[in-house]
Nanobody, 122 residues
C-alpha cells in the first residue's frame, strides 16, 4: 500500500504563493508518476500538474501553466507543487496521486492522499 500525505495548504491573498508537498514512505515512490489534482466545492475534480517517473517529463493544465511548477525529490520521497500568482479560482482541496500501474488514469485504482486545502482570498 502506498500512502500519500499532502501538506502546505493554507490561506493566502491573491497574487501570493504557496508550496504544497506530497510525501510518501513507500520505497518505490521514485517509480511512480505523480499527479496533482484539485476539487472546488460543487465542481468536478480537475487535473493540475503531472511529473513523470521518467526524468524531465512534466505537464500542466492550461489554467496553471506559467504559474505552477511541479518537481520531485526522490531522495525525500516528496513531490512539490510550487504555486505562484495565486488567484481566487485556485481555491480548492489539492490532492496528489501516484500512478500505480503506469496507465496515467489517476482513478480509484491509483493511490491518493486526503488532500490539503488552499484558499485564495481577493
Amino acid at each position: 500500500q502506498v500512502q500519500l500525505v499532502e501538506s502546505g495548504g493554507g490561506l493566502v491573498q491573491a497574487g501570493g504563493s504557496l508550496e504544497l508537498s506530497c510525501r510518501s514512505s513507500a520505497p518505490t515512490f521514485s517509480s511512480y508518476s505523480i499527479g496533482w489534482f484539485r476539487q472546488a466545492p460543487g465542481l468536478e475534480r480537475e487535473f493540475v500538474a503531472l511529473i513523470s517517473w521518467r526524468p524531465g517529463s512534466t505537464y500542466y493544465a492550461d489554467s496553471v501553466k506559467g504559474r505552477f511548477t511541479i518537481s520531485r525529490d526522490n531522495g525525500k520521497n516528496t513531490v512539490y507543487l510550487q504555486m505562484t500568482n495565486l488567484k481566487p479560482e485556485d481555491t480548492a482541496v489539492y490532492y496528489c496521486s501516484a500512478d500505480s500501474d503506469g496507465r496515467l488514469g489517476f482513478n480509484e485504482d491509483d493511490y491518493w492522499g486526503h488532500g490539503t486545502q488552499v484558499t485564495v482570498s481577493s
